[in-house]
């Protein structure tokens, strides 16, 4: 691996497919590429940050390998996440998860229950608000309820105060802000709805988790990376062995993903528009390995996923398609766009490509469409599918002062059966609450990320 102390010596890391061993390993040190000290990547040096991948030309005397280009991608992005001056590794990020996931599961008893009292109670006078704390930290569930008296103002400073003060306490707690530490905060209140005599429930919440300021960007970077390769390898004859390169060079993430899916087809085929592929995954869930490998739980989960259109919209004209995601029958699922020679995704009105390639994430603003939603029944002797209602979001992002997203709710069309339990719960109002209050931001600042959420849920025979 590349450590950081001796930055031009490579060894053949423990699960490399096709390194070149040079140096004995240093198992003491941690890769630049991958945070660890075993994987494909860090047998190879950093590759500088570049948007052209000179090495995809295909008149250069000698074709590199499919893997090779893959790899390639792969280390421009995370040369960028390395090399950012704070934030975390890709690698420790994904640790982040796992580790938060042993918090959670390893929470105990008295913990799950003052979660449960908090969930399920109700806020009484003179206190206007009920505020949980959780602090996940070395797989521990730490949970906390307090109630509180807040008015208007003193709700905006309170919710300043997260951002700002949140890491400081717990630092002052003897918590460290580090990979499996997660701090959130969720304050609920009643309000009164000016337009009407019912009441509803305020949620306001945040979490903090670490980050890296070079995470966003490095993402989009190598699905344009990626698509450039992709497009290479085609004109060459070699798309069908794009997925074979995958695997190979990432073996282990490449083991996991067989447990979890089958039937992988990945094709590139030509448009109508010179310089423009349509690009389309197909696969299916493999239940089976799901069953064996993860439980009967997540087994049910996948088997009982709902089918559903999803599509990345122009925010402008809803006719202007950037994405497609379907989940079918028998468990498939297909994902569809066209992208042009230069690895940019081109608008489509589904059929085929319209002029003009799709703005950058954070130049643009787009809406998410769910539609044509149905939800497998199978218990009390019923089969069939209940229809969901349509869903659209409206997301926006921003650069300065820094990077973050926002995503309100545009839509959301009728609940099955609405009737049958507006007695005890008004959909209508529901959706009319979610609709005009329901907003999602994401604050990326230094080695930190912050999510706010906010939105008002009907009460019970409202």
């Known amino acids: 691996c590349v450590s950081e102390d001796s930055p031009g010596?490579?060894?053949?890391?423990?699960?490399?497919?096709?390194?070149?061993?040079?140096?004995?390993?240093?198992?003491?040190?941690?890769?630049?590429?991958?945070?660890?000290?075993?994987?494909?990547?860090?047998?190879?040096?950093?590759?500088?940050?570049?948007?052209?991948?000179?090495?995809?030309?295909?008149?250069?005397?000698?074709?590199?390998?499919?893997?090779?280009?893959?790899?390639?991608?792969?280390?421009?992005?995370?040369?960028?996440?390395?090399?950012?001056?704070?934030g975390w590794r890709m690698g420790e990020l994904f640790k982040h998860l796992m580790e938060c996931k042993h918090a959670i599961s390893d929470a105990s008893k008295v913990s799950r229950k003052v979660a449960v009292d908090f969930l399920f109670g109700?806020?009484?006078?003179?206190?206007?608000?009920?505020?949980?704390?959780?602090?996940m930290h070395d797989r521990t569930f730490d949970i906390s309820t307090q109630n509180k008296r807040l008015d208007g103002i003193e709700l905006s400073k309170h919710f300043d105060a997260w951002r700002k003060d949140t890491r400081s306490e717990a630092a002052a707690q003897g918590i460290a802000f580090r990979p499996g530490t997660s701090l959130q905060h969720v304050l609920a209140g009643k309000v009164e709805d000016a337009d009407a005599t019912t009441f509803a429930t305020a949620v306001d919440m945040h979490f903090l988790n670490p980050s890296n300021p070079e995470l966003y960007n490095s993402v989009f970077l190598f699905c344009k990376l990626f698509f450039k390769a992709a497009h290479q390898l085609h004109q060459r004859g070699d798309g069908h062995a794009l997925l074979a390169a995958c695997a190979a060079t990432m073996p282990r993430a490449s083991a996991v993903l067989k447990d979890v899916i089958e039937d992988t087809k990945y094709r590139i085929s030509a448009t109508q528009m010179t310089g423009v592929m349509r690009h389309r995954f197909t696969c299916r869930w493999n239940l089976k390995a799901i069953r064996k490998r993860?439980?009967?739980?997540?087994?049910h989960v996948f088997r009982d996923m709902p089918m559903y259109d999803w599509r990345l919209e122009s925010a402008t004209d809803s006719e202007l398609l950037a994405l497609s995601l379907r989940t079918m029958d028998h468990h498939q699922v297909e994902i569809s766009f066209l992208v042009s020679d230069n690895g940019k995704l081109v608008w489509s009105d589904g059929c085929g490509p319209r002029q003009g390639e799709?703005?950058?994430?954070?130049?643009?603003?787009?809406?998410?469409?769910?539609?044509?939603?149905?939800?497998?029944?199978?218990?009390c002797g019923c089969f069939g599918t209940a229809h969901l209602p349509a869903l659209c979001f409206h997301?926006?992002?921003?650069?300065?002062?820094?990077?973050?997203?926002r995503v309100s709710c545009k839509e959301m069309?009728?609940?099955?059966?609405?009737?049958?339990?507006?007695?005890?719960?008004?959909?209508a109002h529901m959706r009319s609450l979610?609709?005009?209050?329901?907003?999602?931001?994401?604050?990326f600042l230094g080695d930190e990320c912050h999510l706010?959420?906010?939105?008002?849920?009907?009460r019970l025979s409202s």
């Open 9 to 86: 010596a490579l060894s053949k890391c423990k699960a490399d497919a096709v390194g070149q061993e040079q140096t004995e390993p240093d198992l003491e040190k941690d890769c630049l590429a991958c945070g660890g000290n075993g994987c494909s990547l860090c047998c190879d040096s950093a590759l500088a940050l570049s948007d052209d991948l000179a090495q995809l030309d295909t008149a250069a005397p000698k074709a590199r390998a499919p893997s090779d280009l893959v790899r390639d991608a792969l280390m421009q992005v995370l040369s960028t996440c390395k090399s950012t001056s704070s």
């Open 358 to 379: 799709v703005p950058s994430f954070w130049a643009g603003a787009f809406n998410i469409r769910v539609i044509n939603g149905r939800w497998p029944l199978a218990c």
């Open 413 to 427: 069309g009728h609940f099955p059966m609405e009737w049958f339990y507006s007695p005890l719960f008004d959909m």
């Open 452 to 458: 706010h959420v906010h939105f008002q849920l009907a």
């Open 122 to 135: 109700e806020t009484k006078k003179p206190s206007t608000h009920r505020q949980c704390t959780i602090h």
């Open 294 to 299: 993860f439980g009967e739980d997540q087994y």
């Open 434 to 443: 979610l609709v005009r209050h329901l907003n999602v931001e994401c604050h």
């Open 395 to 405: 997301i926006e992002a921003f650069r300065e002062p820094h990077p973050m997203f």
